[in-house]
T-cell receptor, first 114, second 114 residues
Framework: AQSVSQHNHHVILSEAASLELGCNYS??????LFWYVQYPGQHLQLLLK??????LVKGIKGFEAEFIKSKFSFNLRKPSVQWSDTAEYFC????????????FGGGTRLMVKP | NAGVTQTPKFQVLKTGQSMTLQCAQD?????MYWYRQDPGMGLRLIYY???????DKGEVPNGYNVSRLNKREFSLRLESAAPSQTSVYFC?????????????FGDGTRLSIL
């Protein structure tokens, strides 16, 4: 069974700091990878996704993620965070053999101090 | 632009009571999903419906039943609620069954079982 690990459970940054959130998955075959964001009191929204091509993916609000197949990783980055980026971030993986099953990591709660 | 609509938004139940959570999407999506979100555990799939007329178990189906009433609606039923089912429940939908397509989420139902 596929699994997804997000090692940072809580991250606190000051505005303008750089962000990198780790995501590692366990499946060795073809994968489709997603980052979702959940702002306080809201539903999950898609930040970005990777399914083929350029391993550096750009998403909304200045976020990007890099797929490194050899490391089974899909880390999320942003060069300069803003207070409005305070949210919980979820990495999710849909392995090629898992059909409709999307597996989520445990989430990383980011707080950006103004 | 309603997207995915869940009702109710909040509910408190006593142990042993039954309840149905409703979900409807207006995007003509084929696949629908029910997740539960618990602190530190991300989202876990309870049941999903790849298309109208079909349902399948996810990661944590015990204690739940689902009905795909039509293409728009996918309900989740707790026959005899238990405190362990206290959680936030999210419904999601996806246009097709291809694993590279993102899921769209509702606003969630916060359920407390006393």
């Amino acid at each position: 069974a596929q699994s997804v690990s997000q090692h940072n459970h809580h991250v606190i940054l000051s505005e303008a700091a750089s962000l990198e959130l780790g995501c590692n998955y366990s499946y060795g075959g073809t994968v489709n990878l997603f980052w979702y964001v959940q702002y306080p009191g809201q539903h999950l929204q898609l930040l970005l996704k990777y399914f083929s091509g350029d391993p550096l993916v750009k998403g909304i609000k200045g976020f990007e993620a890099e797929f490194i197949k050899s490391k089974f990783s899909f880390n999320l980055r942003k060069p300069s965070v803003q207070w409005s980026d305070t949210a919980e971030y979820f990495c999710a993986v849909n392995a090629g053999n898992a059909g409709n099953m999307l597996t989520f990591g445990g989430g990383t709660r980011l707080m950006v101090k103004p | 632009n309603a997207g995915v609509t869940q009702t109710p938004k909040f509910q408190v139940l006593k142990t042993g009571q039954s309840m149905t959570l409703q979900c409807a999407q207006d995007m003509n999506h084929n696949s629908m999903y029910w997740y539960r979100q618990d602190p530190g555990m991300g989202l876990r799939l309870i049941y999903y419906s790849a298309s109208e007329g079909t349902t399948d178990k996810g990661e944590v189906p015990n204690g739940y039943n689902v009905s795909r009433l039509n293409k728009r609606e996918f309900s989740l039923r707790l026959e005899s609620a238990a405190p362990s089912q206290t959680s936030v429940y999210f419904c999601a939908s996806r246009r097709g069954s291809q694993s590279n397509q993102p899921q769209h989420f509702g606003d969630g139902t916060r359920l407390s079982i006393l």
